[in-house]
C-alpha cells in the first residue's frame, strides 16, 4: 500500500552548504564592472547598508554615498524620535542585557517627529549624499508627503514579509502599485523569498526587491515564528522571477540579497546566486563610524507586542574604508569586501555581476573546513 502523503518538502541551501566554481578562464580583478542600478541612480558598489539604528545614521549614509555605495536611514528609529539621538544610542549600548529589551521598547515607543524625518533627509542631501529612506507600509502614506518634499533619493519600504496582495478588514493596506506612480523616486520593497510573491510585487512597478526573511545576525523571526527560507535557495529564487519578469515586461528589476552573510565569501555566494546587490547589517555594525558603537539590533527587536530581534554584540574591527576596501591584516573575510567581490569575479572569469550569475553554484557543506583541521584546532575556523 502506498502511503499518501500530506506535504512534499523540498531541500534548501544557506551560505554555508554551497561554494562557488571556479571558471574555465581568468579575469583581472581590477577589469570587472561591478556597479547596481536602481531606477536611474547608479551604484559604483553594490552594497547596502541596512535601515538599523545601529549601522547607519546621517553620518554614516554622508561617508558610504561619498564611497560609492548606499546606506539607507530608518525613518522609524532613534533618528526621527529624539532629537539628540546619539544620547539615545548611548542608552540603549549600555543598557544591562536581562534589561535591553524593555529599554528598546520604551524607546521606540516614542512617535515619530516629522520636522526630525526632513531634518535628517536634508541633512544627508545637503552634503552632497544620496539620500535613501527605510519605512514600514504601515506610516508609508503618512510620511511619504515628507520625504519627497525633503527630496530623498530612494524609498525602502520595509517589513518582515512583504506581499503585493494583503488581505485586512481592519484598514486601508499600502497598495504598491499606486505608490510607485504616486512618487518620481525609485521603490525598493522587501522582504520576500518566493519566487510568486517576487514576480507579484515587480508587476507592481517597484525599482528593487530586498530577498531574506530571519537571517540576520540580530533577527530572532525564524525562531519566534519558524518562518523563513535560507539564503541561497531565496536568492535563487526570486532571481528567477526577475529575469522572468524581464522576459515579461522588457524591464530589469534589481533583486538585493539582504541579511545573513558574515564575511566576503557568503557575500560573493550571494551574487553568485543571482543577487544583484546585498543589504549588510552586522558587518557594517563592526566600523568604527558605526552609531551602534559595537552593538546591532534589528528593526523589529523592539515591538511593543513580539520582539523578533535582539541586541548583541559585534564589537569593532576596522574603518568603513578597510571594511569596504582594505588594506586589511585580519584573514577571516571581514574586510576589503569589494577586493573579495572583484577577485572571485576574476576567479570565475565574468566581467560584471550578470554575468556572475552564471557562475556554477554547487553543493558543499565542507567548504569552509576541508582540509582545515589545524586552522580548527587553533579557533580559525567554525
Not at 583581472?28 to 538599523?52: C, H, R, Y
Request: proline share 5%; charged share 20%.
Amino acid at each position: 500500500m502506498v502511503k499518501p502523503k500530506f506535504k512534499e518538502l523540498r531541500r534548501t541551501y544557506g551560505f554555508d552548504e554551497v561554494a562557488i566554481m571556479p571558471g574555465d578562464i581568468t579575469v583581472n580583478p581590477d577589469q570587472t564592472n561591478i556597479e547596481l542600478n536602481i531606477g536611474e541612480i547608479k551604484l559604483a558598489v553594490p552594497i547596502i547598508a541596512s535601515a538599523m539604528d545601529g549601522v547607519t545614521d546621517v553620518d554614516t549614509a554622508i561617508q558610504m554615498s561619498k564611497m560609492g555605495l548606499l546606506a539607507v536611514l530608518h525613518l522609524e528609529g532613534v533618528q526621527t524620535k529624539y532629537e539628540n539621538s546619539n544620547e539615545i544610542l548611548n542608552e540603549i549600548i549600555h543598557a544591562p542585557q536581562s534589561e535591553v529589551t524593555a529599554i528598546l521598547q520604551k524607546i521606540y515607543s516614542a512617535p515619530i517627529k516629522e520636522e526630525l524625518v526632513a531634518k535628517r533627509i536634508e541633512a544627508i542631501k545637503k552634503a552632497g549624499a544620496i539620500c535613501a529612506v527605510s519605512v514600514t507600509p504601515a506610516n508609508t502614506k503618512r510620511l511619504v508627503p515628507v520625504i519627497t518634499a525633503a527630496k530623498a533619493d530612494i524609498l525602502v519600504v520595509q517589513s518582515t514579509v512583504t506581499t503585493a496582495r494583503h488581505v485586512s478588514k481592519s484598514y486601508m493596506g499600502l497598495i504598491l502599485s499606486e505608490l510607485c506612480k504616486s512618487i518620481s523616486i525609485p521603490v525598493i520593497v522587501g522582504n520576500c523569498v518566493s519566487y510568486s510573491a517576487c514576480l507579484e510585487i515587480m508587476r507592481e512597478g517597484v525599482a528593487g526587491i530586498l530577498v531574506g526573511i530571519g537571517p540576520g545576525a540580530a533577527c530572532t523571526s525564524r525562531q519566534v515564528l519558524g518562518v523563513g527560507d535560507p539564503q541561497v535557495t531565496a536568492t535563487l529564487d526570486c532571481a528567477m522571477a526577475r529575469d522572468a519578469y524581464y522576459k515579461e515586461s522588457g524591464r530589469y528589476v534589481p533583486i538585493i540579497t539582504d541579511g545573513g552573510m558574515t564575511n566576503g565569501g557568503d557575500m560573493c555566494k550571494a551574487f553568485a546566486s543571482g543577487a544583484d546587490g546585498v543589504m549588510l547589517g552586522s558587518i557594517f555594525a563592526q566600523a568604527k563610524e558605526a552609531p551602534g558603537k559595537g552593538y546591532h539590533w534589528g528593526m523589529s527587536t523592539p515591538s511593543p507586542v513580539l520582539p523578533r530581534g535582539t541586541r548583541i554584540r559585534v564589537g569593532t574591527t576596522g574603518t568603513l574604508q578597510q571594511i569596504l576596501f582594505g588594506p586589511t591584516s585580519v584573514t577571516d573575510g571581514t574586510q576589503n569586501l569589494v577586493g573579495a567581490l572583484r577577485t572571485a569575479m576574476g576567479f570565475c572569469g565574468v566581467t560584471d555581476i550578470r554575468e556572475f550569475h552564471t557562475a556554477e553554484v554547487v553543493v558543499a557543506p565542507s567548504i569552509t573546513t576541508e582540509g582545515k583541521v589545524w586552522q580548527r584546532g587553533m579557533g580559525c575556523t567554525t
